[in-house]
Nanobody
Framework: QVQLVESGGGLVQAGGSLRLSCAAS????????MGWFRQAPGKEREFVAV????????YYSDSVKGRFTISRDNAKKTTYLQMNILKPEDTAVYYC?????????????????WGRGTQVTVSS
């Protein structure tokens, strides 16, 4: 069983940056693929980024590619999402998720554990 806690959300102006963190406890973090999803008001939750066992195995949604970077520190059991050049349309609750086994995935159903989310608001 893996517990996930997100942090780092907040209010930022368009063009600014934020770094989200996802701290894991329990389970075997190094054996989990880690993903970030987001849900904007009135919209369905959508995939943002995923990382396998190392920083060389990553995949991003087209909407954030080139602006966001996902990374992980297995010693600290933490996953990060560096978000640059933020846009108002990035406003959402951001969720961290973990899936047993390291094969990366972009669908919510593939993930076994979820955090409660952290709010990111980008003002224009």
């Amino acid at each position: 069983q893996v517990q996930l806690v997100e942090s780092g959300g907040g209010l930022v102006q368009a063009g600014g940056s934020l770094r989200l963190s996802c701290a894991a406890s329990g389970g075997t973090f190094s054996r989990c693929a880690m993903g970030w999803f987001r849900q904007a008001p009135g919209k369905e939750r959508e995939f943002v980024a995923v990382i396998g066992w190392s920083d060389s195995i990553t995949y991003y949604s087209d909407s954030v590619k080139g602006r966001f970077t996902i990374s992980r520190d297995n010693a600290k059991k933490t996953t990060y999402l560096q978000m640059n050049i933020l846009k108002p349309e990035d406003t959402a609750v951001y969720y961290c998720a973990a899936k047993d086994f390291l094969q990366i995935a972009t669908t919510q159903a593939a993930y076994d554990y979820w955090g409660r989310g952290t709010q990111v608001t980008v003002s224009s």
